[in-house]
């Protein structure tokens, strides 16, 4: 096969389509992306126009909250309800018909597999359908990469920058130097900050997600009124096990004494857990500051809806002189925007996916 001039790499895209129609890839003004997001809990379908977004519809799944947490079958069943209505709406909200459509992105993993099993198919059979490019996405990669979602009064960090991304099942320091070249800095070495957030809530009596409610609770409380002790890892090492452990033991002995201890403190022990946890992030963003030099902070994920984190972190910018980064809220938790925009940077790139991609549960942000 001979190398194309107008492209990086060979093309091995033939067995779909024909020469003159990749080469329009990098000619085309007017480029839709669909997105398709699937991986956990909620089934979303977005599109993005050449970088700004049209559409970003979420269904939720309220059934889990009753088991305390996501039970995968269930999850993946939803999915399959969810996901043509979904994506038709987002679709129309967009303005657009199928036909514009110029590529398909979607979720390819870290996830439950089943429910990634769920967009994945349909992503390829609308894309073979439709006859246009399937772009499969790094779950995690979205999340950092929603950054370069094109809306007006938005900031888009410049390269090389640091992504702090923390959700229900990441806790990372990412360097990130473009679009797709990633360096995990430092991550957790057991549970996530996510994790640690909603059982510390468990562990209150709160129901899940109990994350939004210690953050709602913590606005009202005193966030020194009790100690907890810091974990004591590396430098750019997270551990919230130990932190977990020691919330659970501290509750029992409390209401042992007092029955009544966790309705009477309710926000003080939830500013409390809250201002360690914000504490525990910012010191490893100062270490990671500290090393690489870089003071372009980002923030990426479900957590990074908290309110404390993004206090903590326009504070940074005053006292520390760094430029943050902070995505708006519709971004944060699992949405196909983030998705959508992924695609449209790869698309771009001529990065498309052969139809022989399957999910993968377990995927790590620099793959």
């Known amino acids: 096969m001979q190398r194309n001039a107008n492209f990086n790499e060979y093309l091995t895209y033939y067995e779909y389509f024909c020469i003159d129609k990749i080469q329009t890839v990098l000619s085309e003004k007017s480029i ?12 979303s379908a977005a599109v993005i126009h050449n970088g700004k977004v049209l559409s970003n519809v979420v269904a939720n799944q309220e059934v889990h909250a ?9 999850a993946s069943r939803a999915h399959q309800q969810h996901i043509v209505p979904v994506v038709q709406q987002a679709i129309a909200q967009a303005g657009i018909t199928k036909s514009d459509l110029r590529g398909i ?3 390819r993993g870290p996830g439950l597999m089943g429910s990634l099993l769920v967009g994945t198919s349909f992503a390829k059979s609308l894309a073979l359908g439709l006859n246009i490019p399937l ?21 888009i960090p410049p390269f090389p920058f640091i992504c702090l991304t923390i959700s229900g099942g990441h ?3 990412v360097k990130i130097s473009n679009h797709f070249e990633m360096e995990v800095l430092g991550e957790t070495i057991d549970d996530a900050v996510g994790e640690a957030f909603d059982k510390s809530a468990k562990i209150l009596g709160l129901p899940y997600p109990g994350g ?19 974990p004591k890892v590396g430098d750019l090492e997270f551990s919230f096990s130990g932190l977990k452990t020691q919330i659970l033991y501290f509750v029992q002995k409390n209401v042992k004494e007092n029955p009544n201890f966790i309705e009477e403190n309710l926000v003080d022990i939830c500013a409390s857990i809250q201002h360690t946890i914000v504490e525990i992030l910012m010191k490893k963003l100062k270490n990671t500051v500290k090393q690489t030099g870089i003071k372009h902070i980002a923030i990426a ?10 206090k903590r972190l326009q504070l940074a910018e005053k006292h520390w002189g760094w430029t943050t980064y902070i995505p708006k809220f519709q971004y944060t938790t699992d949405n196909a925007a983030m998705i959508a925009i992924v695609g449209y940077l790869k698309y771009l790139n001529n990065d498309f996916a052969d139809f022989s991609v399957s999910a993968k549960a377990r995927l790590k942000v620099t793959e």
């Open 32 to 43: 839709y992306i669909l997105g398709i997001e699937s991986s956990c809990d909620d089934t």
């Open 66 to 74: 009753k088991y305390g947490g996501v039970v995968p079958e269930l």
């Open 105 to 107: 992105a979607f979720t």
């Open 135 to 155: 772009l499969d996405v790094n779950h995690m990669q979205g999340h950092v990469l929603a950054h370069f979602i094109e809306e007006e009064g938005s900031k």
């Open 171 to 173: 806790t990372q320091i």
């Open 212 to 230: 939004p409610l210690i953050d709602k609770y913590a606005k009202e409380g005193n966030p020194k009124a009790f100690a907890f002790t810091q």
């Open 301 to 310: 994920g479900g957590v990074s809806a908290n309110s404390e984190i993004r």
